[in-house]
């Protein structure tokens, strides 16, 4: 059980367009989710969290308009980087809070910006 | 404010030995969770344990196990009879405070299991 996928696992996009990732709770329902951005041999870096049928939360210093989230469903929250630009080139990873606040994680998804 | 702290930035063990990952945490809330994680080359954080403020025993998980010493403000964690394929980075992570979601991650111990 808990288990969350994330789609794309890789893009390359140009930079000035826009890319979206999906998250997925697959087996259960999932009313708060998380993405999360890591640099390589760094740790996680919370972006936003996202609650369903409500707006994200950005961390400090996370631009709103740059990474737009939509948890539409309790099973899928979206991440849009707007413009991107090869700054933005990461490992963004979602994750899906469970019972007891722990966190279920998707794969990842590499985004590199050319 | 809450804070993590992995002293140790790689660590080294032989098949089949223990090893113990260090981890102490800072807060001043009564209530919070602990977490550990594990993160492959592949890139996907893996959960591997959780342990309440509140839990009077040390959690177990299989070959996992947390030795969580309160009044240290430690957690670290214990793996078993330690295996290839535990070479992997591991995150101690900590609930931020009561009643929120988020979690704060340390900065990691990667661990090498050589035969």
């Known amino acids: 059980g808990a288990v969350v996928s994330q789609h794309p696992s890789w893009v390359i996009c140009k930079s000035g367009t826009s890319v979206k990732i999906e998250c997925r709770s697959l087996d259960f329902q999932a009313t708060t989710m998380f993405w999360y951005r890591q640099f390589p041999k760094q740790s996680l870096m919370l972006m936003a969290t996202?609650?369903?049928?409500?707006?994200?939360?950005?961390e400090q210093g996370v631009e709103k308009d740059k990474f737009l989230i939509n948890h539409a469903s309790l099973t899928l929250s979206t991440l849009t980087v707007t413009s991107a630009h090869p700054e933005d080139s990461s490992f963004y990873i979602c994750s899906a809070r469970g019972t007891y606040y722990e966190q279920y994680f998707g794969p990842g998804t590499r985004l590199t910006v050319t | 404010a809450q804070k993590i702290t992995q002293t140790q930035p790689g660590m080294f063990v032989q098949e089949k030995e223990a090893v113990t990952l260090d981890c102490t945490y800072d807060t001043s809330d009564q209530s919070y969770g602990l977490f550990w994680y594990k993160q492959p080359s592949s890139g996907e954080m893996i959960f591997l344990i959780y342990q309440g403020s509140y839990d009077e025993q040390n959690a177990t998980e299989g070959r996992y196990s947390l030795n969580f010493q309160k009044a240290r403000k430690s957690a670290n964690l214990v793996i078993s009879a330690s295996q290839l394929g535990d070479s992997a980075m591991y995150f101690c992570?900590?609930?931020?405070?009561?009643?929120?979601?988020?979690?704060?991650f340390g900065t990691g111990t990667r661990l090498q299991v050589f035969p």
């Open positions: 996202s609650n369903e049928g409500s707006k994200a939360t950005y």
């Open positions: 992570a900590m609930r931020e405070a009561y009643n929120t979601d988020k979690l704060i």
